[in-house]
């Protein structure tokens, strides 16, 4: 049974950088793209960027600008950082699991949630 | 980018009811790229339906999905009451994965 568990700061300032952590844990880390997803308040879902295990990324042009994610293999794990933050990145964060096989692309595996506050 | 649209936003049904929540796409999808999500106040989403028809693991018959193109369909058949919850439509091409605004099933 795959798990994914996250972790990272839940109370930013404007300006600083969101720094989450995402764990994987009983299952094959390769032969999938891990995702960042995220939702404001009372909102809907926003899909951040991804990753591959051996580093290929895909982002959301809407914050591209301001996203890196990045996967260490040999712990498993991948990360989450966002700069400049501001009020509306006030969400919760969610890192997830995306297949990519036979042209099926579903999110099947997800963490559970990570709230962020960025406040002065 | 794929612009998914949801309606209704909310839907209010009894339990045992049929409901019937909509996904509209901006442009034509690949069938294989369309994902049904639930989402309880305060949990994380549980993926119900990919490739548009088929469930997730552990999701019961009563959930299905069909469509095609630009209009997909979640049907559930007779409503339980755990039932009750937020329900996301998403798809992935190009590189880009979008959702969709979110149908409200509420009780009535």
């Known amino acids: 049974q795959v798990r994914l568990a996250q972790w990272g700061a839940g109370l930013l300032k404007p300006s600083e950088t969101l720094s989450l952590t995402c764990a994987v844990y009983?299952?094959?880390?390769?032969?999938?793209?891990w995702s960042w997803i995220r939702q404001p308040p009372g909102k809907g879902l926003e899909w951040i960027g991804e990753?591959?295990?051996?580093?290929?990324?895909n982002y959301n042009p809407s914050l591209k600008s301001r996203v890196t994610i990045s996967v260490d293999t040999s712990k498993n794990q991948f990360s989450l950082n966002l700069s400049a933050v501001t009020a509306a990145d006030t969400a919760a964060y969610y890192c997830?699991?995306?297949?990519?096989?036979?042209?099926?692309?579903?999110?099947?595996?997800w963490g559970q949630g990570t709230t962020v506050t960025v406040s002065s | 980018e794929v612009v998914l649209t949801q309606s209704p936003g909310t839907l209010s049904l009894f339990p045992g009811e049929r409901a019937t929540l909509s996904c509209g796409a901006s442009q034509s999808v690949s069938s294989t790229s369309l994902a049904w999500y639930q989402q309880k106040l305060g949990q994380a989403p549980r993926l119900l339906i990919y490739?548009?028809?088929s469930r997730a693991a552990g999701i019961p018959d009563r959930f299905s999905g069909s469509g095609s193109g630009t209009d997909f369909t979640l049907t559930i058949s007779r409503l339980e009451p755990e039932d009750y919850a937020v329900y996301y439509c998403?798809?992935?091409?190009?590189?880009?994965?979008?959702f969709g605004g979110g149908t409200k099933l509420e009780i009535k």
């Open positions: 009983g299952g094959s880390f390769s032969g999938y793209f």
């Open positions: 997830a699991r995306r297949v990519y096989a036979d042209y099926y692309y579903q999110l099947d595996v």
């Open positions: 998403q798809q992935y091409g190009r590189s880009l994965l979008t």
């Open positions: 490739g548009a028809s």
């Open positions: 990753i591959s295990h051996s580093g290929s990324t």
